[in-house]
């Protein structure tokens, strides 16, 4: 069968994207030269004579109104299958295309490599979405990545870092990212993302949204950046109402759904934090440059290895770095027992940019900090955790 199935009336581009699928994907291209598409969807099938493919993209020509509409009907009818959209990206259209289900936005003047990419994660997507029978290890090869923000200490920017976080991934993996606050008391992601979310975490955990994953989708609230969120309850009465296994629940759905998780958590170690935890395959540690901080950071550490709940892969960051305050990269290492992986120097574009409600990585603000969380977004890109030593994270330093 063909993997693969394209809708345009454009020659060129169904050449590039030939090339692109053998370039090295497994599969084959069957084409319809027309900008029409089907009332039905349907009608499409059948006309292919052929199991579902993996992905359908739209091409240029065909009509943008058109290709809307039909990504919706197919959202619901099959949303296993992952649809591209080529044209041109806008922030303004990127959000209507997500709330179509439009898994990615294609350039129609993409190279082969480029498109060969981007076929590569549409391809994933489709594989972590598709409901079969199959063991366990292979349903979890499929999850996505679940980076929880941690810091056992209040005031150390963990929010900002985890909006930051969100967005610059959001660059890798359009419309494959989504951030949960699970601050559920005095969660800012709202505000740090300036968004006003007509459902929260408390539709999220719902019974409805727990047993049907459209539904739950349903929930997230849409960022210009090209990511989802799902922000915190509006008061903190609402919190008390949402349990550890809710949550658990919760990141085992968007795990499935999304090739990125990212979560903000609260100050401390609460049991929501630690049933969040356990769903992380990896966690952010943010200190402040401190001694408070750094000894809680110490503490809950130490905590975590008794509790024997600690992810093996783990990123130790030291956010608002100031050399002057009195203490040293080194001075935090020795203290905690593991090396800072990104230091994030204090910056005014950052402070700002947590006041604008815009992450400084959206906008690509020339910032000293914008370098660190650069490379800190860099750590979760699957070409840098492939040829990374993950024994670095796990080195004690004396």
Not at 231 to 259: H, Y
Request: contains cysteine; hydrophobic residues 45%; charged residues 20%.
């Amino acid at each position: 069968m063909s993997r693969f199935t394209l809708i345009t009336p454009d020659v060129d581009f169904d050449g590039r994207l030939r090339q692109a699928v053998a370039g090295g994907l497994q599969g084959g291209v069957q084409t319809f030269f027309t900008s029409l598409l089907p009332a039905d969807p349907n009608d499409l099938f059948a006309a292919l004579n052929q199991e579902l493919p993996e992905v359908l993209i739209l091409g240029p020509d065909v009509p943008v109104e058109e290709a809307l509409r039909f990504a919706t009907v197919m959202n619901v009818r099959f949303p296993e299958l992952s649809v591209i959209l080529a044209t041109e990206p806008d922030p303004d259209f990127i959000l209507q295309a997500m709330r179509a289900g439009i898994r990615d936005i294609l350039s129609p003047g993409s190279d082969p490599a480029q498109m060969r990419v981007l076929l590569e994660r549409a391809s994933q997507s489709f594989a972590s979405r598709y409901r079969v029978q199959a063991p366990p290890p292979a349903a979890e090869a499929n999850k996505g990545l679940v980076i929880g923000v941690f810091s056992p200490k209040g005031g150390v920017g963990k929010t900002t870092i985890a909006t930051n976080i969100a967005i610059g991934l959001g660059k890798i993996a359009p419309m494959s990212v989504v951030i949960v606050d699970l601050d559920l008391q005095f969660g800012d992601v709202a505000s740090g993302l300036y968004l006003d979310p007509q459902h929260t975490v408390t539709d999220a955990v719902s019974p409805a949204a727990s047993q049907d994953s459209l539904v739950l989708k349903a929930f997230l609230t849409v960022h210009p950046g090209g990511i989802y969120a799902v922000c915190a309850p509006p008061t903190p009465v609402d919190a008390d109402e949402i349990t550890s296994e809710q949550v658990s629940r919760l990141l085992e759905q968007l795990s499935e759904q999304f090739q990125y998780v990212v979560v903000d958590t609260a100050p401390g170690l609460p049991e929501i934090g630690l049933a969040a935890m356990e769903q992380c395959t990896d966690v952010v540690w943010v200190s402040g440059m401190d001694i408070p901080s750094v000894r809680g950071l110490r503490s809950g550490l130490d905590v975590l290895r008794q509790l024997d709940i600690l992810p093996e892969t783990r990123h130790v960051v030291l956010n608002m770095a100031d050399s002057k305050l009195g203490l040293t990269v080194q001075d935090l290492e020795s203290t905690i027992g593991a090396p800072v992986d990104v230091s994030i120097p204090r910056s005014r574009a950052v402070a700002l940019s947590t006041n604008r409600g815009i992450p400084v990585l959206q906008e690509s603000a020339k910032d000293p900090a914008t370098k660190g969380l650069n490379q800190l977004v860099e750590r979760f890109n699957p070409a840098w955790r492939a040829t990374s030593q993950r024994k670095l994270h796990r080195r004690v330093v004396v």
